[in-house]
């Protein structure tokens, strides 16, 4: 089954502590994401990747950081969470096509809080 | 100024109507747009993509877009109560993605 798979759903954990978030996905996409989705703001992109060791910042990438060291993994490293990045946050994959990046397959979600 | 503007609702329609939901944006540059629908709690999903000028359809859905105007919409046939749910236009403007905050929709019975 093609899918973007995302692990923890859910974590909670304290100001300082570091912590890495998991993207992985079985479609062989090039391209890559990671969004948070704040209530009002909608999903605002973190850092993107257009294929391995190539990635790029998006809207919001302050405090977050990312690698792509193969093809089907990206993971979303937190190295000193704050409060404010309490939110939940979207891994997503797609082809490149000739307009651009393609439809976006979306992981499940974590839902992160930081005390 | 927000790239790609939405608006936020609710956006209430009773069963069987039509439910317009709208969106503009302000990169000239964008190629590729994009509805997906998003049920509370969930993931979201694509509903329709458009990458020229007019109108595409696809069952109850037809998406129009008009890159003149910077502006791309969502039009949903006989409104039924499982459509209820937050509306999200993309735009892919260079390498990057960028969403609207969204639009709520009800479908009431």
């Known amino acids: 089954e093609a899918q973007v798979t995302q692990n923890p759903r859910y974590l909670i954990t304290v100001t300082g502590k570091k912590l890495t978030v998991t993207c992985s996905q079985n479609m062989n996409h090039e391209y890559m994401s990671w969004y948070r989705q704040d209530p009002g703001l909608g999903l605002r992109q973190i850092y993107y990747s257009m294929n391995v060791e190539v990635t790029d910042k998006g809207d919001v990438p302050e405090g977050y950081k990312v690698s792509r060291k193969e093809k089907r993994n990206f993971p979303l490293i937190l190295e000193s969470p704050s409060p404010n990045q309490t939110s939940l946050y979207f891994c997503a994959s797609s082809w490149r096509g000739l307009a651009g990046v393609d439809t976006q397959y979306f992981g499940p979600g974590t839902r992160l809080t930081v005390l | 100024q927000k790239e790609v503007e939405q608006n936020s609702g609710p956006l209430s329609v009773p069963e069987g109507a039509i439910a317009s939901l709208n969106c503009t944006y302000s990169d000239r540059v964008s190629q590729s747009f994009f509805w997906y629908r998003q049920y509370s709690g969930k993931s979201p999903e694509l509903i329709m993509s458009?990458?020229?000028?007019g109108d595409k359809e696809d069952g109850r859905f037809t998406a129009q877009l008009n890159k003149a105007s910077q502006y791309v919409s969502l039009l949903i046939r006989d409104s039924q109560p499982s459509d209820s749910a937050t509306y999200l236009c993309?735009?892919?403007?260079?390498?990057?993605?960028?969403f609207g905050a969204g639009t709520r929709l009800t479908v009431k019975p």
């Open positions: 993309a735009v892919n403007p260079d390498n990057d993605m960028r």
């Open positions: 458009i990458y020229s000028n």
